[in-house]
């Protein structure tokens, strides 16, 4: 079974960076679907960035097309979200997810695995 642990959240003035990191147990990076996705209070669960199998595809939701990066470390078995230039609206908590396959994979619901989440705060 796929274990997840997501880092790296915090508090962060306008413009600021991040990055966050997925540890995945119970499952090589290279052979599944990661996905990270955010979740503001009183909104629903939105896709931000997926890789992949094999690491070299990658997606994103418009909203952060240009200043977020997913990217993997095969070594460490773990996801990384880049996080530039961050604005209040980025504001949420972030989860990482997993499955072996990803139909639409900006969608929650293709995914099995998650992570308890990691907090991210943008102050203006």
């Known amino acids: 079974q796929v274990q997840l642990v997501e880092s790296g959240g915090g508090s962060v003035q306008t413009g600021g960076s991040l990055r966050l990191s997925c540890a995945v147990s119970?499952?090589?990076?290279?052979?599944?679907?990661i996905s990270w996705f955010r979740q503001a209070p009183g909104k629903e669960r939105e896709g931000v960035a997926t890789i992949y199998p094999g690491g070299r595809y990658t997606v994103y939701a418009d909203s952060v097309k240009g200043r977020f990066t997913i990217s993997q470390d095969n070594a460490k078995n773990t996801v990384y979200l880049q996080m530039n230039s961050l604005k209040p609206e980025d504001t949420a908590m972030y989860y990482c997810a997993a499955d072996t396959y990803a139909r639409r994979p900006l969608s929650p619901g293709s995914f099995s695995y998650w992570g308890q989440g990691t907090q991210v705060t943008v102050s203006s």
């Open positions: 119970g499952g090589p990076v290279p052979t599944i679907y």
